[in-house]
């Protein structure tokens, strides 16, 4: 059950804030959010668990509706270094993970 | 603290030929997953282990895919035979379980080329 990811692509200019939205059609046991930048590794950015519960940086933010199934991540005041693609990864039990297909967002100058 | 280890970084294979992955995830983490990813997509999760123990291989492609994990440390991912279709990046990633555990640290993947 992959969860579905919107936007597809988002640009940026740097400073502006962005909304990337996850959601599902099963209950979710949580959400993580990850960043890849081209050619490398996905990264942690943060999990939200059932309950409110959530973990990440500081400069991240995140939200997760457990009624709606949907979670949004929060970039504000962007910054060039924001660019990547963001994967929102949804747990239906402990450790069962599914990716969406990613937002791929483009901060420019 | 060293990350999660994979080789070969790249590879490249005529079709119908063995390829195996090699993946050393952090010391002490429990859990540990490979994945297939095709370009411009999310990872895609063929296998997880917990401990030596493949808990979830239901998108593992059996008749051509196997994966082990020996003592439960580091794992191997073989294709036998590879097809076109099995061009990817193949990425293994780790996490220490526990109430935080579901955190994911990812090798830099090696990517596969079919010819």
């Known amino acids: 059950q992959q969860p579905v990811q919107s936007p597809q692509a988002v640009i940026l200019r740097e400073g502006e804030d962005a909304v990337i939205n996850c959601s599902s059609s099963k209950a979710l046991y949580s959400v993580h959010w990850y960043r890849q930048k081209h050619g490398e590794a996905p990264v942690f950015l943060m999990i939200?668990?059932?309950?409110?519960e959530q973990k990440g940086h500081e400069k991240i933010s995140a939200s997760f509706n457990e009624k709606k199934q949907q979670s949004s991540l929060y970039l504000t005041a962007s910054q060039l270094s924001y660019s990547g693609t963001y994967f929102c990864?949804?747990?239906?039990?402990?450790?069962?993970?599914?990716f969406g297909a990613g937002t791929r967002l483009t901060v420019k100058p | 603290e060293a990350g999660v280890v994979q080789s070969p970084r790249y590879k490249i294979i005529e079709k119908k030929q063995p390829v195996a992955f090699w993946c050393n995830p952090i010391s002490g983490h429990n859990t540990l997953y490979w994945y297939l990813q095709n370009l411009g997509q999310g990872p895609e999760l063929l296998i997880r282990?917990?401990?030596?123990?493949?808990?979830?291989d239901s998108q593992l492609p059996k008749d051509r895919f196997s994966a082990e994990r020996l003592k439960g440390v580091d794992s191997t991912l073989k294709i036998q035979p590879a097809e076109l279709g099995d061009s990817a990046v193949y990425l293994c990633?780790?996490?220490?379980?526990?109430?935080?555990?579901?955190?994911?640290?990812f090798g830099p993947g090696t990517r596969l080329t079919v010819l």
């Open positions: 990633a780790s996490s220490p379980g526990g109430r935080w555990g579901n955190e994911q640290f």
């Open positions: 990864g949804t747990e239906y039990n402990n450790n069962d993970m599914r």
């Open positions: 939200l668990l059932k309950g409110g």
């Open positions: 282990y917990e401990n030596e123990e493949a808990v979830d």
